[in-house]
């Protein structure tokens, strides 16, 4: 750890009076790191900001900020907390992480402070870089994420980048640093915690230090990224303009820099909320691009629309969500709120984003179509069948994303799936006889 307090201390520009805002939940790896700041603290006279957050996700919550609070009461530091009493319908990790850098932002304003400062460790960038391969990323993102990000104003630093989980514990025993532990860390239920179980101490065995090899990776796809975003920036303007992409000049470009531009594009709709749209959004977009048609549209996640008409590509929002749809299932259907319903060759997930069926039990073909009035599925492990509508309540999907929900039938419109929300009496268990396998996304 001495290389992280070196750090801290000479490699990143501090100077006297600066004032650190430190993102501190009272766990292993940021009480660490709020410790190390207090030793930097009496070698330069800095002011350190802890920034809490009460998520109310778990019984220890209110008894973890009290701690927290009372460790700066004691060691004269400023404790900044905003507790959460409720939450929206979008996805937790998204709406928190949103949630997070905003309380972030305004205490680096507040106190004109020079560091916003996290725990992240080599650890979180090895799950991170794996995480969006699966999924898929841009370069950037494949980088996962780096050591110093300066942000103008003030820079984002994670001092921990070049350490491991086992070395911040060790120092927390040597240091007798009391801190609480996440219980939802124990399940795998989140996709980061079974890469963390499962993926993670494999890696560990084939080399114990196999997260600098992930460093090294990060940094050179960092380093490349930056090159590229260089070239991208120059054609932006030329193929871009009053919001619409001409054709004809994005053909002429390499395809990585056409890449770029369109995540150039699409993060100035989305912005933080950019890691909602993955590969397959992207790869959609190429395809209408490419397409013979003159005149056609897909659909993006929160209602965005991308339109080709003719020799341009524009970018909007879905006015008019409440239109009737309904397709035939075949490899990959594009839906109107963003999501895509594909048929996978193998998946052993058992969440509602996954469906198995087994072909004799039901009538072919498949199809995905909004809701209608009177939908009723049958639900499985249950006597009856339920209306779609009432599950939308109790699930509290919000009014406008009811009308263009997919529901899945077969061809004698039985409902076999309500995507992410309930499986039918046809799903399957893994150890069942099934031969199709739809994922939701």
Known sequence: MEEV???ILNGIGLKKEDAIVAGISGGPDSMALLHMLLQIKKKIDIRIICAHINHKQRNESDEEEEYVRSYCRDNDIIFECITINQWGDDNFENEARSIRYNFFDELINNYNASFLMTAHHADDLIETILMRIVRGSTLKGYSGFNKIVNKGNYKIVRPFYTITKDDILKYNEENNIKYYIDSTNNEDFHTRNRYRHIVLPFLKNENPNVHKKFIKFSETLMEYNNYIDKE??????????????????????????????????????YGDDLLIIGDAHVDLIFDLIKSNKSNSIIHLPNSVVVIKSYNEISFDYDEDVEDEYEIEINDKVNLPNGKIIEV???????????LKLNSEEIKLPLYVRNRRDGDRIHIKGMNGRKKVSDIFINEKIKVSERDIWPVVLDAEDNIVWIPGLKKSKYDKKNDEKYDIILRYY
């Open 232 to 269: 991208a920036e120059n054609s932006f303007n030329k193929v871009f303009l009053n919001g619409s992409l001409d054709i004809d000049k994005f053909n002429e470009l390499d395809h990585i820099i056409q890449v770029k531009i369109i995540y150039s594009i699409l993060e100035k709709i």
């Open 5 to 7: 307090f070196n750090f």
């Open 344 to 354: 996978v060759t193998t998946n052993y997930d058992n969440s509602n984003y996954t």
